[in-house]
């Protein structure tokens, strides 16, 4: 659900090859790349899919004035999206999912959706990321919960050792980007820390 490639992301020390193929070398069946705003065409993530054997699936995550949005669903990026006024309202338009990326993290200066905010502009909460501590029971679980939102898992990885840290399960076959939304908006999804495993 969110990993970053050298390729696409200037923070990343790993080729997306590298990252798409220890993805498959874990086992885990498909692979978002949510690069720091770009995407990547949908062309180059089949021929990745086909190459790897994996599902990977083009997606983008968002530095708003916010914090940072991984999102789902949208078909190009555009600077405007980083604005969360626009980006809610693109999101409605384009049937796109959003969520809140490591709400456990520090945003600096920025000011953090509140939790009536999160319920209104958000499908969900990454709740397990891998570069933090809270678990698949911990704080952010309970709280997408409350919320009513879905919570999710992602390795934010940006090395290949970072691939697979943490995952989200899905109760039905993910096959493309609208097959992800979906059963993220339908709150079927659970995240899961595969760090101790």
Known sequence: MHAHSSDKSLDSGVSV???????????????????????????????????????VLPAIELGTNFGHVL???????????????????????????????????????????????????????????????????GYYVRLAEELGVV?????DAHSVQAVGRAATIFPTEIETVSDLVSALKQKTASPLDLRLR
Request: with cysteine; hydrophobic share 35%; proline share 4%.
């Open 151 to 155: 919570a999710v898992g992602g390795s």
């Open 71 to 137: 999102a789902y669903g949208f078909s190009r990026y555009r600077p405007q999206l980083l604005m969360i006024d626009h980006l809610i309202e693109s999101a409605k338009e384009e049937g796109a999912a959003l969520i809140v990326a490591h709400p456990m993290r520090s945003t600096g200066t920025l000011r953090r959706p509140s939790s009536e905010e999160i319920q209104n502009w958000f499908t969900g909460i990454e709740a397990v990321n891998g570069d933090h501590s809270d678990s698949d029971d």
């Open 17 to 55: 090859e590298k990252l798409v193929g220890q993805a498959a070398a874990r086992g885990l069946d498909g692979i978002c790349l949510t690069e720091h705003n770009a995407l990547w065409p949908e062309e180059d993530t089949k021929r990745l899919s086909e190459i790897f054997q994996i599902n």
